[in-house]
Each structure stands twice: as structure tokens, then as C-alpha cells.
């Protein structure tokens, strides 16, 4: 089975903030993975498919890089509705999603 | 709009089944493949079945294989899940998920006496 390892769990950050979070594959995955917010009580939301693009109408402070491997996502100017718990999910297989840990961004 | 509806939960003894229900409506329900992800209290993502577009080809988390059934019907634009032998863990809200990433609010279990 293909294990997610993201980090970090959660961060602490200023508005305004440049935030990064990485996400690790156990093998390759090419760039089947995705990038997911999550905010209480409602369901997770695509913001980064394909690794690298953005979803629709999702603010362009959100991006993605990374194939292979090792992944990325950044925030580049944190917000206070980005309040969130985000999660990296791969799509290549086996089993067919898997999911990160989860890193929760808090605003300092 | 893409609108995935999830329904059929609520409190069951362990042991006890249950059937979840997801309404698709926005899309063409038969050309997509279909999730359901679980997400316990306070915990992550967790994948739980997928199916194929025409419901030949399933497949499930080692979890709940055996005791989870997931099927389709392309002509009512609806998912199921079929949970039997349910326990405490398969305590969680349930999510059904389109194949490119469109989820519905979820529907939660709890698996209590």
C-alpha cells in the first residue's frame, strides 16, 4: 500500500505569511495527488489536483508542486478564513486513495 | 451543480447493519467512479470503497472488506453502502466523493449499545 507521510500536523502563522506544507509518498505516484481543506464540521474541499493545479474559483494564494515523491503546498499569504486543516491525497492506487495525517493551520 | 447527497445514518448497536445512501444530481452519474471515505471523531481522512462506473468492479479497505458492500444504480442516480457486523470504530461521519475530488456533507454513523 502507497503511505502519505505529511508534515507538519499543525503550524501556527501570522496573517500575511508565507505557509508550507510537504507531503510525502511511500512510492512514486507520478502527480496523481491532491490537495484538500477541511474547515470544522463541513466536508473536505479540492483546492490543488494534479499536484500543481487550481481548482476553480479557488483564490490563487493556493498552490501546488511536486511529482514523484515529494510534494508541496503553499499558502502565500495567509488569511483568516485559510483557518483549516488541509490534507495531501494520492490517487495512483493501491489502495486507490490515501490520505495524509492532516496538518492544522492556526492563525499566531 | 455537482450536488452529492448522503443519507441513511444514525445510531446502531454493534453488531447491527446499516445502509447509506448517496443521491447524485448535477452530472452524469454513470460515468463516473464513485468513493465513500470515513472520517472518525476528531481524526483524518480514511478511504473506505470505491466502484467502478457501471458497478462491475469494486473494491474496499481491508478494514471493512467482508462486512461493507458497495453498489450503484445508474438508472436512480444513487450510491449505496451496505455496513454490516458494524462496531465501535466504524464510528465516523461518511463521506461519498466523486472520482475527480467533488465530496457530498456527509452522513454520520455511530456504532453504540
Known amino acids: 500500500d502507497i503511505q502519505m507521510t505529511q508534515s507538519p500536523s499543525s503550524l501556527s502563522a501570522s496573517v500575511g505569511d508565507r505557509v508550507t506544507i510537504t507531503c510525502q509518498a511511500s512510492q512514486d505516484i507520478s502527480n496523481y495527488l491532491n490537495w484538500y481543506q477541511q474547515k470544522p464540521g463541513k466536508a473536505p474541499k479540492l483546492l490543488i489536483y494534479?499536484?500543481?493545479n487550481l481548482e476553480t474559483g479557488v483564490p490563487s494564494r493556493f498552490s501546488g508542486s511536486g511529482s514523484g515523491t515529494d510534494f508541496t503546498f503553499t499558502i502565500s499569504s495567509l488569511q483568516p478564513e485559510d483557518i483549516a486543516t488541509y490534507y495531501c491525497?494520492?490517487?495512483?492506487?493501491?489502495?486507490?486513495?490515501?490520505f495524509g495525517q492532516g496538518t492544522k493551520v492556526e492563525i499566531k | 451543480e455537482v450536488q452529492l447527497v448522503e443519507s441513511g445514518g444514525g445510531l446502531v448497536q454493534p453488531g447491527g447493519s446499516l445502509r447509506l445512501s448517496c443521491a447524485a444530481s448535477g452530472f452524469t452519474f454513470s460515468s463516473y467512479w464513485m468513493h465513500w471515505v470515513r472520517q472518525a471523531p476528531g481524526k483524518g481522512l480514511v478511504w473506505v470503497s470505491r466502484i467502478n462506473s457501471d458497478g462491475s468492479s469494486t473494491s474496499y479497505a481491508d478494514s471493512v472488506k467482508g462486512r461493507f458492500t458497495i453498489s450503484r444504480d445508474n438508472a436512480k442516480n444513487t450510491l449505496y453502502l451496505q455496513m454490516n457486523s458494524l462496531r465501535a470504530e466504524d464510528t465516523a461521519v461518511y463521506y461519498c466523493?466523486?472520482?475527480?475530488?467533488?465530496w457530498g456533507k456527509g452522513t454520520t454513523v455511530t456504532v453504540s449499545s
Open positions: 494534479d499536484a500543481s
Open positions: 491525497q494520492q490517487y495512483d492506487n493501491l489502495p486507490p486513495w490515501t
Open positions: 466523493a466523486r472520482d475527480d475530488g467533488h
